[in-house]
């Protein structure tokens, strides 16, 4: 017998007017050129004046020692950010690197070059994503301390698709090299 749909019950798509769901976000974002920490201030604050975009938290900020990095880099400020959009992962994706080019990103062909601001989307719900704009979720999330440890300290039962909770992964990385900045914090607006 096929089901009568019950017009009291609104889905989520309708509640945003859009035909996309609300997903919860995870996202990294990280300076080591410049004014570090004015530029991840930067990045939290453009994310959260980003229509159909809600921040729910900010981790604390880290000082990481840069990881695949050319030869003389210098230290990362890193942090996590949670965020719920309706906004289609590749329009978010667009959103982030507009963001990076208002705070002089520059791209060169030394890959891991020091940056003013990077941001990098880790994970998008449960959306998976591979072709040349978009790879979800981050490939090299998994291995990355400066991504888990924040992440992990908003959400100690966190879980990366397709490779296990944050907890059990942060086991497997040297997170030496990742320290809490106890003197600085980010603002949530
Ligand atoms: N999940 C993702 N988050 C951020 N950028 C991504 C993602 N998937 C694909 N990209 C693409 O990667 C490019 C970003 O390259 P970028 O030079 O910032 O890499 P990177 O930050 O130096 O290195 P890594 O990818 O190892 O963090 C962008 O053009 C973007 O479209
Ligand atoms: N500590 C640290 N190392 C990195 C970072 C980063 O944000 N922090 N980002 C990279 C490319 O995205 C490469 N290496």
Redesign the pocket.
């Known amino acids: 017998m096929t089901e009568t749909p019950n017009p009291h019950i609104i889905d989520a798509d309708a509640l945003t007017g859009e035909m996309h769901p609300i997903r919860r976000v995870v996202v990294s974002i990280g300076s080591n050129l410049g004014d570090r920490l004015d530029a991840l201030q930067g990045a939290v604050n453009a994310l959260a004046d980003t229509p159909d975009v809600w921040l729910t938290s900010v981790s604390s900020v880290y000082e990481t020692e840069p990881v695949g990095a050319p030869e003389g880099s210098k230290n990362y400020l890193n942090a996590v950010v949670l965020l719920d959009t309706t906004l289609p992962a590749h329009r978010l994706?667009e959103r982030?690197?507009t963001v990076e080019v208002a705070f002089d990103r520059e791209?060169t062909d030394v890959r891991?070059a020091p940056r003013t601001l990077?941001i990098?989307?880790i994970q998008v719900g449960d959306r998976r994503a591979n072709d040349d704009?978009?790879?979800?979720p981050?490939p090299?999330a998994a291995e990355r301390g400066f991504v888990l440890v924040p992440w992990h300290e908003l959400e100690s039962d966190a879980v990366l698709l397709d490779h296990g909770p944050v907890a059990e992964l942060l086991e497997k990385v040297d997170t030496t090299g990742v320290v809490k900045r106890e003197d600085i914090a980010l603002e949530l607006p």
């Open positions: 994706m982030a690197l791209r891991n990077d990098d989307l704009t978009l790879v979800l981050h090299r």
